[in-house]
């Protein structure tokens, strides 16, 4: 792991405690319009103690990659992190950015079963070598958490217990089409004798000539019209119409004495005319963990003898399920607020015995509320409907509101020895225009098919299928970057490196900054900017070659992310997931509250690391960032 900074103990601390509480996509004109509406009383508090601005966020404004650069104080071309997928050179594929399994750990020791993902220290590998105690929750892209001092429960990358990102199941006795979005997470069950015997899917086991699935047998009694009886893994609930159940333990033998346990929760949507009834995806059991998810090894479970069970995945608020129609609007609002009071209880768990030292946490349904609420706020987004809007435009406000309460509590730990520092990874605006960019280059000549892309064709050619590689220029993947295909890079590369891959990336450019949307010929693109203009570091030889600020707006499509090119240019995002922040950094910025006075220069997240270190007595060298207080 390259790792280029140096830090020294050059005086005495300035604060015996810092803490620190990130809320993820908390926009700065939203909290500065509640706040002047007196709707924010504990920011506009803390903003008068100390300081309250904008917050320079990551290129690109992804929480991956902020919440990495705050981690480190260094840019994505040092701490490697570039977007949500990346692409596999060998074969062009893309994959995961924020969840590496290692591929050298052939007899599955639990581990060494994950790779880390950042390629620098955080700020409080260097405060807990230092022998300051340091406790850090949910921070993301932390997973596999490095063994040392800190005490750390990883956020965002953790995985489920199959090792993805986290499938739900929808069990239902509807005739469920298999063209319908979401198709393959149904499970379909038969009433017999008013039972209905099914099964939880979970890891993968190797047989003799293939893998399977571990299941644990579920078996569902319909109890009359409100409710259900379901013996689970040997367990008896009752789940209630409407409601969510309590998290259920489940067992998984894996063979060779092995077994793996998860936790789950259900949705009973309905049962008539059609049973339909949704579960979580397979969590990790922070009673039992499967995977390492903490530093040390068992903190996890300290968390959960103090809390019982809480939510483990990465991103456990799922916006699959609403999109699909698996839950509504309200199921997912009580999903969200039980993940948050889950997260309160560990912070106030640490907080109660927080005498010194560093204390982190990171809330995170702010960014899901927002991307599945936006459209209620924005008359001008194709699916704004004034009855919807009415019915459900106070969620965003509120959570703005949650955190503000939640600030508050904090606040009154906080004394004149204890440094609060209060930001966002990045802000939030609206998604009312998908941009399909390998379609942008085919049209423009830098990408060559071989089949015409037919109009049914909802994923565009998916996964390269139909590219010419041969006579390919570039090629997109994620959410806004673009690659060459680089001679002796890419295994069917063409672009020579030097002049040729310069003119060619010069030309991506001249042309991007002129893509307009063919129905009113509004600007889609607000900069263009290439990877040694914005990345320095030992990792930039891993970023994309180009990464598209949009404009406001606009994003980046679905399918351009899996690298597939449908037959249109751009169309009207008609999906539930209506607002985002994937576009020109200038437009998205966080928020930055202080309880102390922080230098005139614009603050950049990548400032927070150093601010911390500076905090203890410490200074950085190698950085990126800067402190905000002066010495």
């Not at 927070?608 to 010495?631: C, N, Y």
């Amino acid at each position: 792991m390259g790792n280029n900074t140096s830090v020294k103990i050059t005086g005495d601390p300035k604060y015996k405690r810092v803490i620190l509480i990130g809320m993820d996509g908390l926009d700065p004109k939203i909290v500065s319009a509640l706040m002047d509406q007196g709707r924010l009383p504990n920011f506009k508090k803390l903003s008068a103690m100390g300081g309250f601005s904008p917050l320079a966020t990551s290129n690109p404004a992804q929480s991956p990659v902020a919440w990495a650069s705050i981690a480190t104080g260094s840019n994505p071309g040092r701490h490697g992190v570039f977007d949500f997928l990346g692409r596999r050179v060998s074969d062009y594929m893309p994959e995961l950015a924020i969840l590496k399994m290692n591929p050298k750990n052939v007899f599955g020791k639990r581990e060494a079963m994950f790779l880390p993902v950042m390629q620098e220290n955080a700020f409080w590998d260097y405060t807990s070598d230092n022998g300051i105690p340091s406790t850090i929750l949910k921070w993301p892209m932390t997973f596999q958490p490095k063994q040392n001092n800190a005490k750390l429960y990883s956020g965002l990358g953790v995985p489920d217990i199959k090792g993805g990102l986290g499938r739900y199941a929808y069990y239902t006795t509807r005739d469920i089409s298999k063209d319908e979005e979401g198709a393959e997470k149904v499970v379909e069950v038969t009433v017999k004798d008013g039972t209905m015997r099914t099964h939880i899917s979970g890891p993968n086991v190797a047989k003799l000539r293939t893998r399977e699935a571990a299941k644990v047998d579920l078996n569902i009694t319909v109890s009359g019209n409100e409710k259900i009886n379901m013996e689970v893994d040997g367990k008896k609930i009752t789940v209630h119409k409407g409601q969510w159940s309590e998290w259920i333990e489940v067992s998984f033998k894996l063979g060779m004495m092995k077994t793996a346990s998860g936790i789950v929760k259900f949705f009973l949507n309905r049962l008539n005319p059609e049973f339909e009834m949704y579960m979580t995806p397979v969590q990790i059991n922070p009673k039992d963990p499967a995977f390492v998810i903490s530093s040390p090894d068992s903190y996890i479970q300290e968390l959960a003898d103090e809390v019982g069970h809480f939510y483990t995945l990465g991103m456990p608020e799922d916006t699959k399920a609403i999109e699909e129609g698996r839950t509504d609007e309200e199921a997912f609002i009580t999903m969200c607020d039980e993940i948050v009071e889950e997260q309160e209880q560990q912070l106030w768990y640490e907080l109660n015995k927080f005498n010194e030292g560093l204390l982190a946490s990171a809330f995170f349904s702010t960014d899901r509320i927002q991307h599945i609420f936006w459209a209620t706020r924005d008359q001008k987004h194709p699916l704004y409907d004034k009855s919807y809007a009415a019915k459900y435009g106070h969620v965003i406000d509120d959570y703005y509101g949650k955190m503000d309460r939640i600030l508050g509590e904090v606040m009154k730990q906080v004394d004149d020895r204890t440094a609060l520092i209060v930001f966002s990874d990045h802000g939030f605006s609206t998604f009312r225009r998908s941009i399909h960019i390998n379609s942008w280059l085919v049209q423009n000549g830098f990408m060559k098919l071989t089949h015409k892309i037919a109009s049914g064709d909802k994923d565009g050619g998916g996964l390269f299928k139909y590219v010419d590689w041969k006579n390919t220029q570039a090629y997109a993947l994620g959410f806004g970057s673009i690659y060459l295909n680089i001679k002796g890079r890419e295994k069917q590369g063409i672009v020579d490196t030097g002049e040729h891959a310069d003119s060619v990336s010069r030309a991506l450019r001249e042309k991007l900054a002129q893509l307009s949307d063919p129905d009113d010929g509004q600007p889609a693109v607000r900069n263009v900017y290439e990877n040694r203009q914005i990345y320095s570091g030992g990792q930039i030889g891993n970023s994309p070659d180009l990464i598209i600020g949009f404009e406001d707006g606009f994003r980046g499509s679905w399918q351009t992310a899996i690298g597939g090119a449908p037959s249109g240019l751009m169309e009207d995002n008609l999906k539930k997931w209506s607002g985002d922040h994937i576009i020109d950094p200038s437009i998205v910025p966080g928020i930055l509250l202080t309880n102390f006075a922080t230098t005139g220069n614009t603050p950049s997240q990548m400032d927070i690391a150093p601010t911390v270190l500076s905090f203890f007595g410490m200074s950085a060298e190698g950085m990126d960032g800067t402190s905000l207080i002066e010495d």
